[in-house]
Every structure is written in structure tokens, then in C-alpha cells.
């Protein structure tokens, strides 16, 4: 009976001494949340905000634990891993919440950055430029531009943002706003320009095409509008 009460006692101990640590927040097994999701949500954007990844990752972990359909949980998570400095970690994440929303560009962005800064440089090319080749897409040649861009490979990335702009024929303004980006980060202002007032032809009310004609001084009116060289 007293080997009995010696047990009993012990598993009370135990007991005792998991809802404390549980009490503090600590992820270990066996501790289960009972915050609701918002919560976890809102103290890991806190977290963020206030510029310590380090704990938002485990608000967002759990979140994703409970919610792993979630492409913002799978986001959230993925960037606090990446502004944690965690790169490798970052990918599966910010992977599976862009092939929850694939026409997001802002997962897109975030899945591509943590890749190359995981070192994956040569693996997001390569299937960022067999995307391109299979689905001829405007929005394929224009991620592998900004990507080839980002590695400092400008002829490449030239050549990524001119197949872009000729797939679209100057309908839209984004490659032709691409293409002033290429040209002002080779600072090639005349060029710029040029894509600038090509935009504009385009569209004259969209307010970025408008922000950067603000920003180079330029005279909005009809003697500014250039035709896209792409267009039929």
C-alpha cells in the first residue's frame, strides 16, 4: 500500500508539473493550446510587428499545426522563419501556401526570396524557366525576370521581361513598368522613361504608371503617350 501511495503521489507530481510548463506557453509534447486560432494569429503578427520572429514562429507553428489548409498560416509561418534567418526552414511553408493560391504573387515573392536566400538559386531558375517554356504565360516570363533580376543576371532577365512584353502586345501596363524597373536599376534613365511613356499609352489613369511619371517629371498629356513597340 505505501509503494501504492508513493506512485500515486509521484503521477500527482508529474501531473502538476506539466500544467506548469504548459502554464508558460512552452511547446512540449503532451502541452495542448486551447487559445483560439485568432489568438494565435494576432499575438504572432504582434510579434512581427514588434520585430521578434523568434516568437511569432511558435503562435504560427501552432496555427499551422491546427489549421495546415490555411495558406496565410502556412505564409505567416514561412516568413517568420525567413526573417528569423531560418532560409531553409522558410521554403516548405511559403511552398505550400503558394500551391494553395498560386496566382498569389505575394506568396509567390516570399517562396522565391527564401529560396534564393537558402541557395536554391539554380533549382528556382530552373523551374521557374521550365514553367515559362511549357505554359508560354505572361506571368511566368515576368516571375523568372524579377528572379534573374534579383541574381544580378541582367542579360538574362532582360531577355525574360522582352518575351513578356511581346506575349502581352501591349495590353497591359506591368511589362512595360517591369521593363522601366530593369532599366532603372542599370540606371538607364532614358530607357526607363521610354517604358514609362509606353505605360502610359497604355493606361494614362493607373495610379503606378501615374506615380512614376510624377517621379521622373514628366508632363502628363497626350505628347506623352508613346505606343508599346510590341503592339500589333
Known sequence: M???????????????????VCGTGLALA??????????????????????????AVGHFQEWVDRQPQRADAQHALGMALLESGRASEAVGPL?????????????????ARAMREAG??????????????????????????????????M????????????IDAG????????????????DRPAEETRRVRM???IDPRDERVLARIGELELIPGPSLALPPEERP
Not at 508513493?6 to 500527482?12: E, F, V
Not at 500551391?99 to 517562396?111: G, P, Q
Open 171 to 186: 495590353r497591359t501596363v506591368e511589362p512595360q513598368l517591369a521593363m522601366a524597373d530593369f532599366f532603372r536599376a542599370l
Open 30 to 55: 503532451g502541452c495542448q493550446s486551447t487559445r483560439p486560432v485568432g489568438l494565435l494569429q494576432r499575438d504572432g503578427e504582434a510579434a512581427m510587428l514588434r520585430g521578434q520572429p523568434h516568437e
Open 120 to 153: 536554391r538559386d539554380q533549382s528556382l531558375i530552373a523551374t521557374l524557366g521550365s514553367s515559362a517554356t511549357e505554359r508560354g504565360r505572361l506571368i511566368d516570363y515576368m516571375r523568372l525576370g524579377r528572379n534573374l533580376q534579383a541574381m544580378g543576371l
Open 199 to 201: 505605360a502610359y499609352a
Open 2 to 20: 505505501a509503494r501504492s501511495r508513493r506512485m500515486s503521489m509521484r503521477h500527482a507530481t508529474t501531473r502538476r508539473l506539466v500544467m506548469a
Open 155 to 166: 542579360d538574362e532577365a532582360h531577355q525574360a521581361f522582352r518575351t513578356a512584353a511581346d
Open 95 to 111: 511552398t505550400v501556401a503558394w500551391d494553395h493560391e498560386e496566382a498569389n504573387e505575394v506568396y509567390f515573392d516570399a517562396m
